[in-house]
């Protein structure tokens, strides 16, 4: 099985270096030129199914990257973190160890901790691997959630931090 993750497109809190979080804003210009940008690499991919984040800025990033050719099947679980009073507060003020705490599920009083996310994404990926063995899988999501996938995959990273994925890049992960 090979799991193909899309980080969604740019959109304003990314321009402005914001939090962002559970909310339905859409992708900018760029964004949705960034996503026109890689549907030939995923015209390539042998895709059998795709799960999307049912967000809006994910949901038009993968209906203009597949050009709309695929079945998607949204799915909380891929849902970005829902940051509540955090949300479109300034990158700056985050305190890296505690937002990407392995071991919390709530922080900053009421925001999601990456514990929950990594639990969602391991709940995800155990259910697709058990009822979609042997597919090619194109999963288009949002930045925390990008990260926990990377954990998933590389267990032993101790500081999630370092791992960046750019809007609409696709990182590769097979699972056997």
Known sequence: MVLYVIRHGEVKANLKNQINGKN???LTFKGKNQAKAIQNVIKDLKIDLVFCSPLK???QTCKIATKNNYKI???NRLSERNSRNMQYKSVEILNKSIWYDFN???I??????F???INRV????ENITL???NKNILIVTHGDVCKAIHLYFNPNENDITNFDQKNCEIVKYILK
């Open 57 to 59: 800025r994910a949901r």
């Open 131 to 133: 009822n979609y063995t």
């Open 122 to 125: 391991k709940d995800f990926i």
């Open 24 to 26: 339905n804003h859409g």
């Open 108 to 113: 900053y009083k009421n925001s999601e901790g």
């Open 73 to 75: 099947i949204y799915d």
């Open 104 to 106: 919390k599920d709530v």
């Open 115 to 117: 514990k929950s996310i």
